[in-house]
Structure formats: structure tokens, C-alpha cells
């Protein structure tokens, strides 16, 4: 009897990381959580760094523990968060471990870069990618203007994934979808683009081969190998950025339609053919990545249930024995009390600048709705509705903007991630979008992650190939949309709200 064959994925998230194990048979995928470890920013100096070697060596963990078990891997794939890069020097070595992108050296760099280097139009024309402090362009000028020594004598540098890959295998590649969160890219031509390298100080020549989702880098190096009892296994370019990963799993029978990968943050966005880069993309700050089988994915960045989950750090914390109370109280109790509350009692925008990162979420929601001359939530349950109506209402926004983008009509919404097992959210996504939403997966980067190894092992055919997979090996749960004259009156509300 032939043995089993798995996938070994490994998805890294900015606070903790898993190895997984996936295999396909009869039309279905299996996973199974291998390892799963805490992963810690290092403070020092007055910056924030990634421990590249403890990832590596959990990575190690991980391919030791399925070779304990006798079991037969096919191929190895790592997904991880996006921006942030590894410094190579002449003689083979990490330079020292690679910057976070929570480092404060960022927090000016933007600003100034697009002042005194290129302009923020020339910027977006090229890239088509939204602007954030952290982007990988502003952390090599920020670090070009501090003399960054690391950097000097930098001759390679790796994003994330792409440096763990060659920490396995010693091959040096340039992940696409990885690449393009970089804003050094131009998904036009699909190459990082010569006068943003030249801005910062870099050449092309300092990043490895460009290189798509589901090509080989290599295989484990003999030292490796000794390590860990494993053979030659060939470590895939899986689409490096988790999002990416998570967006190659959404179980859409066509392309018509558009995703929510919910969370502590959302983003929201379709995937089409080519790049979306003119006037209204950029004045709505709409974003362009690099997708699977050379698609983009067209989204925005939305505030998610950051908010909440801010509202329930405070509230375990908090004096009060009630707010003490409900930050204990199970999800689907908290949320339940909060259904019982009157609708739209309190709309709020989840994108206002003023809940980034106050230093009590409460009191920026009580005091956003102080200014606009609404009721202020006060209990746990207030606060709760005010969120889950607001941030529906913005995804209705987002979702209409979003129609206007796409080539196609969006016949439905897929909800993958943590947040789609959010029901009563879930809800209000279909109430105030009139779409029909479909929740699953919630494990979506980790079965992307497995499935472009199973398509460049042959296993599948396409990405179509791949949902069709995905869809048979899960219930999804549908959402039809109710009380439409309610969301429909209660949005003309929110838009009136947040002109204010």
C-alpha cells in the first residue's frame, strides 16, 4: 500500500506561527496543525527587530517532528506578513536580524521621502500600492538616512519568506506576490522598478530572481537534511504573503466576485487580470498586489475588529466589575448581549484616523460620537453594536466602490479568516451589502499555502481547480441580506455622519 503524501506549510503571522501538514485525496484536503509557536518582536536600541534564526529554527522544529513520525513529504511552502526584508552581506551571512515593520524609524520616513524624493502621484502611478509608513521603500530610506551600517554592506536582500527559503535550501529568489507589498514594484511589467531601487540606494542586482507562485527554489541543503532526517524535499514559492495565500483559497466557483479576509484588520478587494491604477484608485487609496497565476488582487485595508478586540483588552482591566465582567463573558455571549441593543444607535467611521491606536478605544468611540451629536454607548453591549453596525456599513461603502472598480459584476462576498465565524456580523455584511456572503475558510492561508504546492507537484491542475477543492472539503455558511430598507436608510445616515 502506497504511503500518504503531505504538503508541509509553514504560516508566519506578526505575533505567532504554525507548521501544518495538508495532503488531497478524492477530491478533498486534510490539514493538520504540526507545531505552533509565539512569534516575538526583540526590542533594543531603540528598535524593533524579528528573530530570523528562532523562525528558522522552529521551522527545523517542525520538519524534525513529521520526520519523527515516518510521514512522506512532496514539498515544503512558507507564507508570512509582508514589507519586511533580511540583510545579506558578502560572505554569505545575515547581516543582523531583519527591522520590524512596527519600528518607530519608519514613522517620519513617508512623509519626508515624498517630499523630497519622488512625488506620492509618481509614486502610486508606478505602483498602484496603498501608503503605509512601513512600506519596504520607506524602510530602506529611513534606514538609508540613519547610515544604517547592515545596510552598507548589505549585497542581497531577502524578504522574509524568501530569506527562510534560503536559510533551507541556499538559493536566492524574489517572490512576486511578496515583492509587491514592497512599493518598489510595478505590476505592470511585474518587475521592482529601477528609479524607485535607485531612490533608496539599491540596484536590481541585490534581489534574487523574480520568481511566480508555485516554481521550485530548491531543495533542502545537505545540512538541512542531516538535521532534520528529511530527504532532498523541494521547497515551493508558494505565494509568499499570507494574504495572497489566503486569497488563492477562496472557494469562488468564477470570478465574479469579491472577498473579506476578516480579522483584526479587513481587507476587502477583488482579483482581476491587470493592475486598477488611475485618479479615483489613488484618491481612494485602493491598493494593487501581486496574485496567483499572474492576477492582481485589487483591494483596501479596512479597520477590522481591532476595535473590538482594543474594547476588551480595556475592558479586562478596567475598575468597573461589569466591564471586568464582559471582558470574561465567551464571544457569543458578549456579542448576543450586544444584539439586544437598538440598531444604529451610534455609527461610527472604522477608518477615522482617531481610533489608529488610541490609548483607550472606548473613549475614542464615546468621544467620536460625542462629536457628531449622537447617543454615547456606554455599556459593553452599546459598544459592541456600535461597532459590528459600523464596520458592516463600511464595508458596504467599500463593497460599492469596489463594483465601480471591477471589469465584472460581484455576484457574491467570501468571507475567509478568523472573522468568519463572526454570525451576527456575517449578517449584517449581507444586510448592509445586499450580497449574498458565503463564510469559509477560516484556515485560508495555510490551505492556499498547500494547495500551490499541490498545483506545482502536479496534484492540481489551476486555481479553479484548487477552489473546487476547497469548496468540496467545507461547509460554507450562506447569508442572504434582510431589512433592507433599515440598512439602506441607516446608511445614507453613516455617510452623513462621516462627511462631518
Not at 102 to 126: C, G, N, Q, W
Not at 298 to 327: P, T
Request: glycine fraction near 8%.
Amino acid at each position: 500500500m502506497e504511503k500518504k503524501e503531505y504538503y508541509f506549510a509553514v504560516d508566519l503571522g506578526a505575533t505567532s506561527g504554525r507548521t501544518i501538514i495538508g495532503s488531497i485525496e478524492d477530491g478533498r484536503f486534510t490539514l493538520e496543525e504540526v507545531t505552533r509557536f509565539p512569534n516575538n518582536l526583540i526590542e533594543q536600541g531603540g528598535h524593533f527587530y524579528w528573530d530570523i534564526h528562532a523562525l528558522y529554527f522552529e521551522i527545523i522544529r517542525g520538519l524534525k517532528e513529521v520526520a519523527s513520525r515516518g510521514l512522506t513529504i512532496t514539498s515544503i511552502g512558507i507564507d508570512t506578513w509582508g514589507v519586511d526584508f533580511v540583510m545579506i552581506g558578502d560572505d554569505g551571512a545575515i547581516l543582523r536580524n531583519p527591522r520590524a515593520y512596527r519600528d518607530p524609524i519608519t514613522f517620519e520616513a513617508m512623509d519626508d521621502y515624498l517630499k523630497h524624493v519622488i512625488s506620492k502621484k509618481e509614486v502610486y502611478d508606478i505602483t498602484g500600492i496603498q501608503f503605509l509608513n512601513f512600506n519596504t521603500i520607506f524602510q530602506l530610506y529611513a534606514m538609508q538616512k540613519e547610515g544604517n551600517s547592515a545596510l552598507k554592506a548589505a549585497q542581497k536582500l531577502l524578504f522574509v519568506p524568501d530569506a527562510l527559503s534560503w536559510m533551507l535550501t541556499g538559493k536566492e529568489v524574489c517572490e512576486y506576490t511578496i515583492a509587491s507589498t514592497s512599493q518598489l514594484l510595478d505590476p505592470r511589467t511585474k518587475q521592482l522598478d529601477e528609479r524607485l531601487l535607485a531612490s533608496v540606494g539599491l540596484t536590481r542586482s541585490m534581489f534574487g530572481k523574480m520568481v511566480n507562485p508555485g516554481n521550485v527554489i530548491g531543495v533542502l541543503t545537505d545540512e538541512v537534511q542531516k538535521m532534520t532526517g528529511l530527504g532532498a524535499i523541494p521547497v515551493i514559492a508558494v505565494a509568499g504573503h499570507d494574504t495572497a495565500s489566503a486569497v488563492a483559497a477562496v472557494p469562488a466557483k468564477n470570478e465574479q466576485f469579491a472577498y473579506l479576509s476578516s480579522g483584526t484588520w479587513s481587507l476587502m478587494g477583488i482579483e482581476t487580470k491587470d493592475a486598477i491604477i488611475n485618479d479615483l484608485s489613488y484618491e481612494r487609496n485602493f491598493t494593487n498586489e501581486g496574485g496567483v497565476e499572474g492576477t492582481t488582487r485589487f483591494l483596501k485595508n479596512i479597520c477590522g475588529m481591532w476595535l473590538y478586540e482594543r474594547c476588551r483588552k480595556e475592558w479586562a482591566v478596567s475598575k468597573a466589575e461589569a466591564d471586568r465582567q464582559a471582558a470574561a463573558m465567551p464571544h457569543p455571549e458578549l456579542q448576543g448581549s450586544a444584539m439586544q441593543v437598538e440598531a444604529f444607535r451610534s455609527i461610527i467611521n472604522p477608518d477615522d484616523a482617531l481610533f489608529a491606536n488610541p490609548s483607550s478605544m472606548i473613549d475614542a468611540i464615546q468621544q467620536y460620537c460625542r462629536k457628531t451629536n449622537q447617543k454615547i454607548p456606554e455599556s459593553p453591549a452599546e459598544i459592541c453594536r456600535c461597532i459590528f453596525d459600523s464596520l458592516a456599513l463600511r464595508y458596504r461603502q467599500v463593497f460599492q466602490w469596489m463594483q465601480e472598480f471591477a471589469p465584472f459584476k460581484l455576484e457574491v462576498l467570501h468571507i475567509i479568516g478568523g472573522g468568519s465565524l463572526n454570525k451576527y456580523l456575517n449578517q449584517f455584511t449581507a444586510n448592509a451589502t445586499g450580497a449574498t456572503v458565503l463564510a469559509g475558510p477560516q484556515e485560508g492561508t495555510a490551505i492556499g499555502n498547500i494547495m500551490l504546492q499541490a498545483e506545482s507537484a502536479g496534484s492540481v491542475k489551476d486555481i479553479w481547480e484548487m477552489r473546487r477543492i476547497i469548496a468540496n472539503s467545507l461547509k460554507l455558511v450562506k447569508y442572504e441580506p434582510t431589512d433592507q430598507a433599515a440598512w439602506n436608510a441607516a446608511f445614507d445616515r453613516y455617510l452623513e455622519i462621516t462627511k462631518q
